[in-house]
């Protein structure tokens, strides 16, 4: 058996305790946890000076991204953003991609992250998810806005799909947004994933506000460079997020990711109709392209479920969820580090439907745990015990 201590451990499941102790046994799964040391060998115990909290989870990441690492402009807006992605992802040799999927892996791990909501276009990270030591889920990302092609890419999707579940990897289909995919590709992952859970890129931008309410602006500009004819496209006079949440309301859950551009009342309205959703912020990717941030007291107001996700290295200069953390905190000082070590931990492992052994320092689990320091309000990993 091992027995850690910290100056405070922050079970999530509970209030912060203080000089507690953690009892795990070899395999790392929770036996106890302890109040104080009585009673116990002080040489036994590994003391720690710091917080000690659970294995991070990463609700959003794109691993097989990590090759674009510097490579992409920043504050250049979402659609520029997407047309270097679309420009450069193929353009480095699968060796070096290889490479840059393992060492964005190990820098997970690193920093403690113990579970990634990953999304895939393609097999390229088959591999490495399934020597890691993190637990992925992966979301195969369909992209098909025109509704003849529904069913082509859908098939095709499914098809990915069995090459990830081979290698027995957790992997459901997700879209990537509403301005890239059709309602009636959008019905089939629906309908296939119903009872499973899901992610989407939303509304990450105004422009894809003004793309749903009147048909103009910076995507139109996109179609034109990418020579895509998008005449059956017809704008829905709603925001983006009332044009499509309609026909998520059965996925189990449903994670809403960056909503940098959600009002409150697109925020009220997805509460409204949906009891499974899950709002994730990646604050550093959000100021990396669009130079704004989600408005997160207003999320909190509406008591919406957060979690946490970095994004790629295409749009981050790292892979660290404390980073995130920090970022949030100092831009919103009314968010405590409870509150968003909550959202980096068990709402995360609530989302991936891992919740039975990730997110909280609890009898039976198997969490992983993080050593932290906080200087001022900032926490860094200092390492994973």
Known sequence: MRFISADTIYPISQNPINNGVIVLDQAGQILDVLYSDEGIEKTNIEKHKGIITPGFVNAHCHLELSHLKGLIPEKTGIVNFAGHVIGKRNSISEEIKQEAIRLADEEMQRNGIVAVGDISNDDS???????????????????????????????????????????????????????????????????????????????????????????????????????????????????????????????????????????EDD??????????????????????????????????????????????????????????LNKLIKQFPAISINQALSWATKSGAEFLGMQNEFGSIEKGKKPGLVLLEEEKRDVIVKGVL
Not at 275 to 287: D, I, R, T, V
Not at 303 to 313: A, M, Y
């Open 125 to 263: 990270t088959i591999e490495v998810k399934w020597k890691s030591k993190i637990h992925y889920h992966t979301f195969i990302e369909l992209i098909g806005f025109n509704p003849a092609n529904a069913q082509k890419i859908y098939d095709a999707g499914v098809e990915l799909r069995k090459k990830y579940t081979s290698k027995n990897l957790i992997a459901t289909l997700a879209p990537h947004a509403p301005y890239s995919v059709s309602l009636a590709l959008m019905n089939l992952i629906a309908n296939e994933n119903d009872g499973k859970s899901t992610t989407i890129h939303n509304q990450e931008s105004k422009a894809e506000n003004e793309f749903f309410e009147k048909g103009t602006g910076d995507f139109i500009k996109l179609y034109e460079s990418l020579s895509l004819n998008i005449d059956y496209f017809k704008p829905t006079t709603k925001s983006a997020l009332k044009s499509y949440l309609q026909n998520f309301v059965s996925t189990k859950n449903l994670a809403l990711v960056h909503n940098t551009f959600s009002s």
């Open 267 to 324: 925020i009220r309205f997805a509460e409204k109709i949906s009891s499974n959703l899950f709002w994730c912020l990646c604050p550093n990717a959000n100021l990396y392209i669009e130079q704004s941030l989600p408005n997160v007291p207003l999320l909190m107001q509406n008591n919406c479920k957060i979690v946490i996700g970095t994004d790629s290295l295409a749009s981050n200069h790292q892979l660290s969820i404390t980073d995130e």
